[in-house]
């Protein structure tokens, strides 16, 4: 009898049950000649195998892997398990060991179901299901489903076998969450291989007043400008905060928090970024208003879960960093996975930097501390382990006073849970088809962050024409996207030692960074690399915030700044709307307006040079041209 589940494992899969070192261990016996077995199949499926070192190892044929049995003295898996099974499957003839096929988990029966459950699960799972889900299913060779609510992510590696079923919580398999995700695939459309499915009471009605008196704060600003507001309209918005939905109050604490930048002057303040809070504020509580069915309300509004909560004791494997240069600071941004739930966060310090003031490079600001003196690039090159602590809704690490300690990893990122950890490049790409525009999601850090195997470089090299250092990766299906990474005069070393890593021989493991699509293909921003190392030791580079590693001869970088997006026209326009209001505008008759409208009908444009242009003398133009530039700014966005 052939044994579908076992040759479905893979060493990941094997890794999840136990864990990698037994899994390497087992793969190294495996691979020399000093061991044999003595091998027994009955037609029910038991496997038997008398090792020559004594070990006796039986797979019953009824049983998951989980339930074998082998004569040693431990009490859980073993790796005489895991080499059986590894063995076992290079037995298996081509004939015998199927291509993998992509299958979607809603086609398991009700019947095997109630075989591979109990009742209380079965119950549980209908109560959970009772109270509201929203989750993102994917169907792939090893389908996964995130649940936004009521949490959790659950990982099938073995087709029409619940067993096996792999659970972020801590309920032994198959957990509720599991069954709950089945139901959540049936409803998937037939033609469709992902989307986003959102059921029960989680679309309830809102009260539409603290989504009016938002918009009209909007308006205000718009009319009289922020120069000419006092601070009982900052006091205002944090009011209606305290009232609102968790991401639109997010947005209008946002909002306060740029008031008071400019009230105080600060070189950090940024009208374009006012601007977009505002144009997705109005765009959030238009759909919110309007029930918009393509996109689920829970994403747009957010759920009770979406606000800050107390941790206890956790670990956080770092994932690299980026950095991102505003007005008068920059910003070291880490990005971490916590261990047991899955989640991405990032810790983040940002640096003031007065004009007056010599910049440092990246590599230099990430040697300041973040975590118990523990320096930044240390952080996202190491694991965190807290006792104590908060996670933001937004997804942002807040340590405190808390005990932690910073200690190094060794890059095992098989480990890493989904949908963070994807198979390959397909697995992204469908998970962000199906993720609509950044203001209509979840407000949370890391939602395009992704950490993906690799198989091979191609083509790395510096490009001039857009001071970015580009290469081809190659996942382990054969499937490639384009890692593309900026070169800037702070960030030389890190790029360097980037382009020094792609170039070399080492054998790269892992990539790891915020993704964008591009068409029908994704593009990579890398926050960190994983290489194999000498013996079976592995490295990163970080490519933000590594020192330079080798001298590298390419063409210096063209300091010419690029022309700005066909949408970035406008910001000047709203930006100067913003500042000083539409009644001021409407008797100045700032020349650049006009400048800027032309150019927009130069663009083809039409629609917002036409808001533009009767937004100085009518003010709820300005609220249609705002996001209609929010929303084209993130549409037309080339990553």
């Known amino acids: 009898m052939n044994r579908p589940d076992l040759i479905a494992l893979t060493p990941d899969d094997l890794a999840a049950l136990a864990n990698r070192g037994l899994v390497k261990r087992a793969q190294k016996e495996v691979e020399t000649a000093d061991l044999s077995a003595q091998w027994t199949e009955t037609d029910e499926g038991t496997i038997t195998a008398i090792w020559s070192d004594g070990a006796t190892c039986v797979l019953p044929g009824s049983k998951t892997l989980k339930e074998a049995r082998c004569d040693c003295a431990a009490l859980d898996m073993c790796r005489h398990l895991l080499r059986t099974v590894l063995a076992w499957q290079a037995r ?79 309920d032994p398999a198959p957990c509720a969450h599991a069954i709950m995700v089945l139901q959540a695939f049936r409803l998937l459309p037939a033609d469709q291989s992902s989307g986003i499915v959102s059921e029960g009471p989680l679309d309830a009605p809102v009260e539409r007043d603290p989504l009016d008196a938002s918009a009209d704060c909007v308006r205000e600003l718009l009319a009289n400008g922020l120069a000419t507001l006092s601070t009982a309209w900052r006091d205002r ?45 109005l765009l959030r509580s238009d759909a919110i208003l309007a029930g918009c069915a393509p996109v689920p309300q829970a994403f747009i509004r957010g759920l009770k879960a979406d606000r800050d909560s107390e941790l206890g004791s956790a670990r956080f494997i770092g994932l690299g960093a980026n950095v991102l240069e505003g007005r008068g600071s920059t910003s070291v941004n880490v990005f971490l996975q916590e261990i047991d739930s899955g989640h991405t966060v990032n810790v983040t310090r940002e640096f003031k930097e007065p004009p007056e003031v010599v910049k440092k490079p990246f590599h230099q600001l990430a040697q300041s501390p973040s975590v118990k003196d523990a320096s930044l690039a240390a952080l996202a090159a190491g694991q965190l382990v807290t006792q104590g602590g908060k996670r933001t809704a937004a997804g942002r ?35 962000l088809r199906l993720l609509p525009p950044a203001c209509f999601r979840p407000r949370r850090a890391g939602g395009d962050f992704h950490v993906c195997p690799l198989q091979a470089i191609d083509g790395a090299r510096f490009d001039s024409s857009s001071n970015a250092i580009i290469a081809r990766l190659i996942d382990s299906t054969g499937a490639a996207c384009l890692l593309k990474h900026p070169w800037t005069q702070r960030g030389e070393n890190g790029a360097d030692s ?12 892992f990539i790891a960074g915020q993704v964008r699509s591009s068409g029908t293909a994704i593009i990579f921003h890398p926050t960190a690399l994983v290489l194999a190392g000498e013996g079976t030791s592995r490295r990163v580079v970080l490519p933000w915030i590594s020192p330079q590693t080798a001298t590298l001869h390419h063409d210096a970088p063209s300091l010419v700044q690029t022309m700005p997006r066909t949408y970035a026209v406008a910001a000047e326009c709203l930006a100067e709307l913003l500042l000083q209001g539409s009644s001021r505008l409407a008797s100045r008759q700032w020349p650049g307006w006009q400048q800027h409208i032309d150019t927009l009908e130069a663009s083809g444009l039409h629609q917002m040079a036409a808001l533009l242009h009767q937004s100085r003398e009518q003010p709820v133009r300005a609220l249609h041209a705002l996001k209609l530039w929010r929303l084209g700014t993130e549409l037309s966005a080339s990553p």
């Open 92 to 170: 298996q003839t081509v004939s015998e060991a199927k291509t993998p096929e992509v299958w979607n988990p809603g086609r398991i029966t009700d019947a095997l179901i109630e075989s591979q459950t109990t009742k209380t699960t079965r119950d549980r799972a209908k109560l959970l299901w009772s109270q509201g889900v929203l989750a993102e299913v994917l169907c792939a060779v090893k389908p996964s489903a995130r649940f936004h609510c009521p949490g959790h992510t659950v990982r099938f590696p073995v087709p029409d076998d619940l067993r096996y079923a792999q659970c972020s919580c801590s």
């Open 237 to 281: 918005v944090r009011r209606i905060a305290a009232e609102s939905l968790p991401w639109p109050a997010q947005i209008l604490e946002e909002l306060a928090d740029d008031f008071d930048r400019y009230t105080a002057r600060d070189a950090g303040f940024s009208p374009e970024d006012m601007l977009l809070r505002c144009g997705e504020l």
């Open 397 to 431: 690490l807040v340590i405190g006073r808390a005990r932690a300690v910073v200690n190094p990893q060794n890059f095992a990122w098989e480990q890493l849970k989904a949908p963070l950890l994807a198979e390959d490049f397909a697995e992204i790409t469908a998970r």
């Open 498 to 509: 980037l382009l020094a890593a792609l170039q070399s021989q080492a054998r790269p493991l």
